[in-house]
């Protein structure tokens, strides 16, 4: 058996519904499926999902007080007032102040911008720039962004006779600030149709209610805070991102050109995640590590000298980043592990002097990936006594809500149910800890605690093929509430199974099925090739994709997640360094097994108290192993003991040694024939010297010495002779006996026989042995796979 990382929880479509789509659309039952398990049930809204066009965006009008803000815009516009654009420091943010300054500069407005710095002034708007912001003659302020927890600030600004217009989409709290304008797609008398618009989309509707058009040239960068902010790519999000995307393939924009050149990534190639992992963590690095403004520059300036120099700039902030994270990561893990174990906290808030505050929501990301718990990660002011922190969470805790319910030590905090930052006392954060793991400890039951993997279909391998693929395409751009499209293949065979990689770190396998193969690579997955054995049956979890080399396209699979269902057998009987067993044997809850006292002091050099002494039926069958790693270290002295041991018992590996220091499989075994020459040469030649001529006669015969020896023996038993002194000789007229009633004669067939069966048999001849004593379980794949 091999255990997935993660719950497997599989979607069931509604199959009328699926035909429906499949008939309707003209596209496979597959795709159909996939609709319809993400809400996308009727023909009207799979067809705008697959086939939307860019006139398919809202009425930016929808949004609440857009005409009042757009009507204070152009006024300013009109009479040339000053302008302040007040953005976050994050990709949204950036791409938000980008939209929004492009649109203005557009109109011939007189507008600047301004980015808080997260060091020196936090998150969102703050007293000190309104009022240096009300010095510079500014009369009207537009954040994006950002805003619709600034109470305090908006009275800041009403106090200094600036007029503010609040553009974001962060969760609105209790209290809404006093604004002249707010424009936000989820406030309570929204009637807005699309409630989940990032930041940059919140100021895309803005350009476009002011510019009286849809601003498609503002569409890649509305993209990139769209697809970098992972708010749900689903609706007008979709749009945005596939429009956007669709642009980015042609965009003039330098600051996009000298980007992608340093991520080595041509314009054609670019996707969702070019977005996500290349183009989104570089403009996020200036706001992380300093100020945000070069990365404003960067997608504002025409010059391409300038934007080659600001790309290199947030490049190299980029890769500065990447260290720190690596080396906050390692010293929060030590603090989870040496402090807040995770049997202990379902929540895990963690802290210390020193931590990068622009890094630490990474960390926390990593800390969740980790150990799958809501993870708040704070860097500790003493001088200040303050520790400002990011959280993530998982499904089921919703981290805004339980935040909420801290508001009297979180005098500033904001955020979504996944994701959200605060600044609190030094003095409060044991006291959110204590909070925060009692409110978890009612909501999260332990499987909440485990990680979940969504399955979209299961498939068999014949369905898979480069039509099928391309058509799953269309779905695309993915992200939140739209996640590439994850497909289940149980119980194929294995074809082939390597590591690969210099590391050796990744895995490559071929699954087969009814004659249909597919290739599959799974990165990071190297560890489990040790774990599987190739006559296993294997269920995967993986992404659909093409893979193209020397102009051939094959469709292959990127694997997620494995499973192994039945018990499996590792073969180790050809070891000769037996030192080397406890390396080789992986997992938990091992069983060493030993059947032969005469054995011990060898094994229990090597293994010490964990060795198991097995030596009476009664022991072999009292023996518990369900779901263990057994690990058979010698041959049994019979067969019966072997069957109690494992008969009717759900084993999750077998692991097979089978030591023996003197094989009987490889001495001769006479035959009647062989004793009926040897009475016949006794006969005549009793008494006969066994000590001086026995190895002389074996010699003559073509047998070895223990070969006489043991016929000697046997007859011994029998009555048939005499031993004394080394000679033997007939008995008269012994009654006839048969050599089986020789327990002599018995251990050497039964030790024979044992050995044929067991220790040179092949491979599939001991796995088919084994089976039959074993009583599979189908309580391991329900516990891995699970239907919805």
Known sequence: ?????????????????????????????????????????????????????????????????????????????????????????????????????????????????????????????????????????????????????????????????????ITDHHEPGPALPNAFAIIHPKLEDSVYPFKDLAGVGVALKVAHALLGRLPEHLLEFAAIGTIADLVPLLGENRLIALSGIAQMKTSQTPGLHALLKLAKTEKSAIDEETIGFLIGPRVNAAGRLGSADPAVQLMMTSDSEEAMMLAEEIDSLNKERQNLVAEIAREAIDEVETYYPVKDNPVLVIGKEGWNAGVIGIVASKLVEKYYRPAIVLSFDKEKGQAKGSARSIAGFDLFKNLSTCRDILPHFGGHPMAAGMTLDLNNVDELRERLNGLAKDQLKDEDLIPVSHIDAKIGINEINIATINELGQLSPYGVSNPKPKVLIEEANISTLRKIGSDQSHLKLSLEDAGKTIDSIGFGFGHLHDHISPSSKMSVIGELSINEWNNIKKPQLFLRDAAVTSWQLFDFRGLKRIEKLPEMILGENVKWVLFNAELKDKFSAILGDSLLLISSEQEAENLEMDLSNVVLLDLPPYKDLLVKLLSGKNPGRIYVHFYKENSEFFTTMPTREHFKWFYAFLSKKSPFDLKRYGGELAKHRGWTKETIEFMSQVFFELDFVKINNGFISLVKDVPKRDLTESTTYQHKVQAFTLENELLYSSYEQLKGWFDQLIQESVKNEEAIIQWI
């Open 1 to 165: 058996m091999l255990k997935p990382k993660s719950r497997w929880i599989v979607k069931q479509s509604d199959q009328s519904k699926t035909e429906s789509l499949a008939k309707e659309l003209n596209i496979t039952h597959l795709t159909a499926s996939l609709l319809v398990n993400r809400g996308l049930d009727t023909v009207e809204d799979a067809r705008y999902f697959l086939f939307g066009q860019k006139s398919n965006f809202h009425d930016p009008f929808l949004l609440k007080d857009m005409d009042k803000a757009v009507a204070r815009i152009n006024k300013a516009i009109e009479i040339q007032e000053p302008i302040l654009v007040f953005g976050d420091y994050d990709a949204d943010g950036v791409s938000s102040t980008t939209v929004m300054m492009k649109a203005l500069n557009e109109l011939g407005a007189n507008a600047d911008y301004y980015i808080p710095n997260r060091f020196t002034e936090g998150y969102g708007p703050n007293e000190k720039a309104f009022k240096m912001a009300a010095e510079k003659g500014i009369g009207l302020i537009i954040t994006v962004d950002t805003g619709i927890s600034a109470l305090h600030e908006a009275q800041v600004a009403k106090d200094l006779g600036i007029d503010l217009i």
